[in-house]
Structure formats: C-alpha cells, structure tokens
C-alpha cells in the first residue's frame, strides 16, 4: 500500500522528513499542545504548512495553543460532515454528562471570573454527587458514561484533595478545538445553561441570519 | 451501518475528538455554503476512521485509500497509516507524553494476560490470534499476579472492558469469550520480539482445547464468575475515589488528571488511540496490584 504522506514528504532530505514526521505524530498524539522549540518542523513556517497538509490528508488542522505550542483538531468542515454521521457522535448520555461537567467546571467559574475567556480546561472538578443527582441517569449508565469520557480524553478525574471532593474535569481533548470549535461550543453552551437569557436569544438570531445567508447564496 | 452493537463502543473514544462538532451537532457549518459538500471523500473516510477508533468494515466492501487494513476474513477493521513506519511510542524520544492512562499498569498486565491466551502461536503475527475465554484470561491474570482475589479479577474484568473500548481487545461478554483487538496489528514485526520473549515467560494458560473457535460455550469455571463478568456490571470499574489499585498501583498508575508530567510515563500504554506496544516488558507482572 502506497504511503499516503510520500507525496508530500519526498522533496525534503532525511532530516527535514525526520522532523516533519516527529512534528506530525506529536501534534497527532500527544496529550497536551506540545512546544514548537522542540520541534524543528513546528518552528518554520515552511515546514509547519506541509505538517497542516500531512494533517489534512486526515482531515485535521493544526491547532496553536498559547503563541507558541501546538496540537491538531479536526478541522471544522470535516467536523462539521462527522457531526451529521450518527455514529461519529457519541450516545445521548455521555453527552449529557459531558454537557453537565462543562456547566460546572467551566461555565459557572467563568460566570464568576474565575476562569479565563477562551479555556474549555478548568481546575474545578463537578463533584460526581452533582452528576448523579442532576443527570438521573442510574449509576450504572453513568459510570459506563463517564468510563467512555475518560477513555476519549473528554474527561479528566481529579481525586479527592485536603479541601475538595475531587471528581471531573474537561479532558486533554479540549486542546484540540479549533478557535471556531471553541466558539460554537461557547454558544452551545449559553444555549444549554439560559435558554432564555438575552445572549441566548442574540445568538439564536444570529444563527437564523446566517442560515437564511446561506439559503440565498444556495 | 447498523446501530453500533453494544460491544462495538470502539468509536466513542477518538470519536469524542470531533467534541465540538459532538458538543454542538446542529450549530451548522459555518463557512461551507449549503450546497458544497466540499469535503475530499477520501479524507473524509480517513477522517471518519479515526473518530471511531478502528472501526469495522465487511470484508467485501471498499478500504479508504490512506487507512491500512486488518482483517479476520469476515471483517476488515481500518487503521491508521503513521508516515514513514512510525509509531506514537516516537513521543518518547522527544520527552512528550501520551494520552493519560489510568491504572496503565493494570492495563498492561491484563492485556498481557489476554496476549498470552489468544497469541498462542508465538511465531506468527499476534493479529488475527484465536479466541480465549475471559475465564482463562484471568487465570492467567491471578498466575501472574499471584493474587487471585474476587476484587483482583473483578477489576481485570473492568479492565478487559476498558481494553475493548479502544480497539486492544475484542471482548464479547455474552458468550464470555475475547480476541486480540485490531490495533494489535499494528504492532511491526520488528519490535515484537521483547514481547514473545515476555510472553514465553507468563504462566500458561489452563489447557482446554485451544483451537476450538467458539470457547463461549464451554461452561465457564466456577471461580470466574466473579460478581459479573458477563452481568451488566457497569459498576465494577468505575471511575470512583475509591479505586483500591490507584494508591499502591506503581507510580504510573496515578489517576493523572489533564497535567501528568511528561517523564511519569515513560512507556507509553496500549490504550487511546496510540499503536504502541505495551510498555516494557518488566511492567508486566510485576506485584503493583496487591
């Protein structure tokens, strides 16, 4: 089977395509961002577009972190056509639980200023009490649901401390959003938490104004 | 396809990658006008692959170009093709860590267990291997650890579920049966040889008939039923506090949340969407778990 990269990786001399791919697997499969000084081909510019064309071949981008790291996501058209494949998104309940960590970890301690603007990582766990009562889902369901989230990197467990009860934070994964990603969920989420807040209804609107764009440039 | 089978979870792991779009599934695209469905289809397939971990195809239908293949004869599952033959375990020369695992020691010597049961030709390729029962996975889990406990094989059997989820395994719970995940495939050849040294030196597993395809119906020993090996028993490995492995698990085992330090796992484990091998060969049966 032909190597799918080749056509890409073949101009560049051992060196060069040793980087490239060392840049590729890290951004592909490390947990966090990974920083562009240890790696050559995340550094130069010429060479981190061929490491976003090795990405694309996937169907991934790459995703900075921080000016100066970088980790891959899906880019957000591919996301887009996954998201309307029903096996590509995971079952009702673990989105309702994932939806629930999100509330507490990271919508509430921003409502309080707690937590900065464009993080979906938080250091305040939900308390697995709070998602046994708000999901009334039997603990079964929601341990098999929360055992799904680790194992996607969608959720994290902090243990128990000297002053907190532990419980679940936003998984790694959350790196991996694209600025648009993150913004969709930031809405989503308003969306979810006060339906009827004015926020939501502006969002709404904007959303029914892009479609009707939409509409008429079809 | 169909529904996705009960067993078939694989995709929810890397599937929950696209979390955006899985978080918002009707927030719409944004840039693509309507009628453009400009997605390549072939990445789009490749793309698809990888949000549902190794997900399977029938044998007679078509293999995205770009994805390598395993197959059973009846199914093909796809994998992913890394450039230039490498492997995730390529983090480690640059100090960077994996996606967290927890109880990776656990996982490790479980999978082991479950390796030295369905490998049972150690010449060949691990992949397709045979099929073993649970039952005999956890004997030879108990050899290993030397502690066969209601609670020890009660948290493999969590363990062998966990395993299944991301592709390592193939766990069929009703008939109490397991085989070797696709992902075991993309294990090259050239590093296999630490393993089958590994493997020779396991205890072995108890001698049934080991070809007999269908061990799911042989009764299935008395000791390994434990409290649920095939019952729903979705509260045996859950992600509580009160993991008894978690405090004297080796280090490695910390329930590491989003922060685990690059040097802390230094032989990355065979879970998540990486394709490593399971970690070094002294990991495995070593008393972590007592």
Known sequence: MSDPFDGLLR????????????????????????????????????LRRTVEEMLALGGRTLVRHEQT???SGYRDDVAAELAKDPECVPPVRERAVL???????VAIPRAAGQLADDTWLSPHPTPLDELRRRTQLPVGELDSALRRLRLAGLVSQVKAGADDAGGFVPGPQFHRLTVAARRRLQEELILAAGPDSPLAAAIRARRRGREREQGESA | MTAPPPRDVSGVPSGARHVASSAAPRAGSRVAPAAAP???????????ARALGAPSIPAADPVPPGTAAATDGARVWLLPVWPDGATPALLEEYDTAPMPLDRAGLARRVLAAALRCCWRRLDDAPW??????????????????????????RWATGELRRLSDTGWLLLDEPSGSVRLGPRVALWSEGSLASLRDLLHRLPEPPQAEPAQPEPAQTEPRPATEPSGSSAPPNDLDSPLSSDPYAPSASTDEKLAPVDNSPAARPAAPPVGSSGELPGTPGKFGQDGDE
């Open chain 1, 11 to 46: 101009s560049y001399d051992e060196r060069r395509r040793a980087e490239l791919v060392a840049a590729y697997m890290a951004v592909e499969h490390a947990a966090e961002p990974v920083p562009e000084v240890r790696f050559a081909a995340l550094r130069e510019p010429a």
């Open chain 1, 69 to 71: 790291s970088w980790t």
């Open chain 1, 99 to 105: 939806t629930l960590v999100l509330i507490h970890s």
């Open chain 2, 38 to 48: 400009a997605v390549d289809p072939h990445v789009l397939a490749r793309a698809r």
């Open chain 2, 128 to 153: 397709p291997g045979t099929a073993a029962t649970v039952a005999d996975v956890l004997d030879v889990y108990a050899n290993m650890t030397r502690s066969d406990t209601d609670l020890a094989r």
